[in-house]
Nanobody, 123 residues
Framework: QVQLVESGGGLAQAGGSLRLSCAASGGTFSTYVMGWFRQTPGIEREFVAA????????FYADSVKGRFTISRDNAKNTVYLQMAKLKPEDTAVYYC????????????????WGQGTQATVSS
């Protein structure tokens, strides 16, 4: 059983940056694909980014490509989401998630979830 705890959300101005972290415990972190999703009220959870077990492959939604960077530190059991050039439409609750085997952009394919962290971008 994997437990995930996100941190680093907050308030930023448009054009600014935020860095989210997700600390994992209770499993072998390096065996999990890690993903970031986001959700706003009334909208289905949306894929943001994912990273393979050893960090060699990364995947991004078109809406964040070139602005967000996902990375991981397996020694620290932590995955990060560096968000830059923020836009008001990036405002959401951000969740990290974990799954075995291969990357997926479908939230239903992930087995473990954090509680979420709010990121708000003002215009």
């Amino acid at each position: 059983q994997v437990q995930l705890v996100e941190s680093g959300g907050g308030l930023a101005q448009a054009g600014g940056s935020l860095r989210l972290s997700c600390a994992a415990s209770g499993g072998t972190f390096s065996t999990y694909v890690m993903g970031w999703f986001r959700q706003t009220p009334g909208i289905e959870r949306e894929f943001v980014a994912a990273i393979s077990q050893l960090g060699g492959n990364t995947f991004y939604a078109d809406s964040v490509k070139g602005r967000f960077t996902i990375s991981r530190d397996n020694a620290k059991n932590t995955v990060y989401l560096q968000m830059a050039k923020l836009k008001p439409e990036d405002t959401a609750v951000y969740y990290c998630a974990a799954r075995k085997f291969t990357h997926s952009s479908k939230w239903g394919d992930y087995n473990y979830w954090g509680q979420g962290t709010q990121a708000t971008v003002s215009s």
